[in-house]
């Protein structure tokens, strides 16, 4: 496995440069036999931009987080791969965007030709620790690959105890990588009776709005989920009161595991990553709470923040477009590897990505592509709907074949041929493999958390 490979590979000295600010890779040549740094990476599953303290929203949902946020890097214009947990998680751990990785559809699985971050950093001597909610990020899709422990984990109390198992493998004096997927922002089961949609526990489902379940009792989530709603203005208030405090409970638990792996000193050498997996739509312009935010901004605008070793380069913002393609190029930069030319993305803590690149992202029969001034969202047959970011960043003025006609007709060519020549220069690595049908327990499980038209096997 290659376990002693990182010895005297000089990873302090590429991570001394980029603590300074420094750009480039570091020196390889010397360098001592210090470990490299551990890595603990947290996707908060379905958690808005914009929901955020740290990012400006007036509600205190992330005391926790406002204050981690001071000794990280933060980043304003990330995105994910998809509003789908399966694709962007497979995006995370590998590097690759969707067309690349291919895991686009429930019966698909990871060409076991390609590795995970996990797989390399196991390659590398790393304990690997794991947890996740159970569905889309089970072992058959590929996430299992190259961890010591991997096991799943339906709340962030459980998680709790997953974890306390997991970190008793760590050994000491040799560098570890914790890959932590919380589901507690996410909605809860639509099918249930007392269903309110999202569902925090107590005292976080009134810490926005007393008494906002009472305001929900009755009635049927999972068509307002599915179909057009109409919420009267006090239910949708009451909706994003208890999405709200899905967060603001997350944020304690991780204050919480944060201050204990602070006395254990699991921190030390330690780079921390935070970031979601999509954001969520709450009825913000669809007729339906469904659909993650698709591929709106608030579906695919996420928060990142990415902490090294001592709070070096704490506060700092960077405003230039980012994804999570990007995350394993720089945890390979960080921690001094060797970096992979296929992939996609760089280091979030290198240059900033051109202005003329784009990020994607993509599900089998739609697709998007986005630069700092433009979101292009594309079908096979061609080009359907063009956002101008810079003059209309929340989306509300769409330019289509329909609408804004001319000026759709005169950007829409060229934007998509660009997009496509870009994409299309990206290394193709082995086709995902079809894995069959998830078994019915998994579907039911997955359509009651609104997944129906992502489960397959009807």
């Given amino acids: 496995m290659g376990a002693n490979r990182w010895k005297g590979q000089g990873a302090a000295v590429v991570l001394a440069s ?22 603990i990476l947290i996707s908060l599953d379905t958690l808005r931009y914009d929901h955020c303290g740290f ?50 559809e429930a019966e698909l699985s990871l060409s076991p030709e390609f590795p995970t971050l996990t797989e390399r950093l196991a390659d590398e001597g790393y304990t690997n620790v794991g947890v996740h909610y159970p569905g889309w990020l089970d072992d058959r899709f590929g996430f299992g690959r190259g961890f010591d422990f991997y096991e799943s984990a339906p709340s962030a109390a459980d998680a709790e105890r997953k974890l306390d198992k997991g970190l008793d493998g760590i050994r000491r004096g040799w560098p570890y990588f914790m890959f932590i997927h919380l589901f507690d922002i996410h909605s809860g089961s639509l099918l249930a009776p007392s269903s309110t949609m999202y569902d925090p526990p107590a005292p976080y489902d009134e810490m926005f709005m007393e008494g906002a379940r009472g305001k929900l009792g009755g009635l049927d989530m999972q068509a307002w989920w599915d179909k057009p709603a109409a919420p009267t203005p006090e239910q949708a208030e009451a909706i994003v009161a208890l999405y709200d405090g899905g967060i603001r409970y997350t944020d304690s638990m991780l204050e919480a595991w944060f201050t204990e792996w602070q006395d254990r000193g699991l921190l030390d050498n330690t780079i921390v990553i935070i970031t979601s997996d999509h954001g969520e739509g709450l009825r913000q312009r669809a007729a339906r709470f469904g659909g993650h935010g698709d591929l709106n901004e608030e579906g695919l605008h996420i928060p990142m923040l990415v902490r090294l070793p001592g709070g070096e380069r704490g506060g700092e913002r960077i405003d230039s477009l980012v994804s999570l393609v990007d995350i394993v190029p720089t945890v390979l930069e960080l921690t001094g590897f060797e970096a992979d030319g296929r992939l996609p993305g760089q280091s979030l803590l290198g240059p900033a990505r051109p202005a003329d690149e784009w990020v994607y992202a993509a ?23 063009i956002y101008d970011l810079s003059a209309d960043p929340e989306e509300l003025q769409p330019m289509t074949p329909g609408k804004e006609r001319e000026r759709f007709l005169a950007e829409a060519p060229g934007l998509y041929d660009d997009a496509l020549e870009q994409l299309g220069g990206y290394f193709v690595p082995p086709s995902a493999r079809d894995v069959g049908a998830l078994d019915e327990e998994t579907r039911n499980d997955l359509k009651a958390l609104g997944y129906g038209g992502e489960v397959g096997g009807d």
Avoid at 30 to 37: R, V
Avoid at 70 to 89: E, N, P
Wanted: charged content about 20%; aromatic content about 8%.
């Fill in 18 to 39: 980029l603590l300074a600010g420094a750009c480039g890779a570091g020196d390889r040549s010397g360098g001592d036999a210090e470990a490299p740094p551990n890595v």
């Fill in 363 to 385: 599900r089998t029969n739609i697709r998007a592509a986005v630069r700092p001034d433009r979101k292009l969202i594309y079908l096979e047959s061609g080009p359907a709907l």
């Fill in 55 to 104: 990012n400006g929203y007036e509600r205190d949902t992330t005391p926790f987080l406002d204050s981690f946020a001071k000794q990280c890097v933060a980043f304003d214009r990330a995105y994910t791969t998809m509003s789908w947990t399966l694709i962007a998680h497979m995006s995370m751990l590998t590097g690759l965007y969707p067309t690349q990785h291919g895991v686009m």
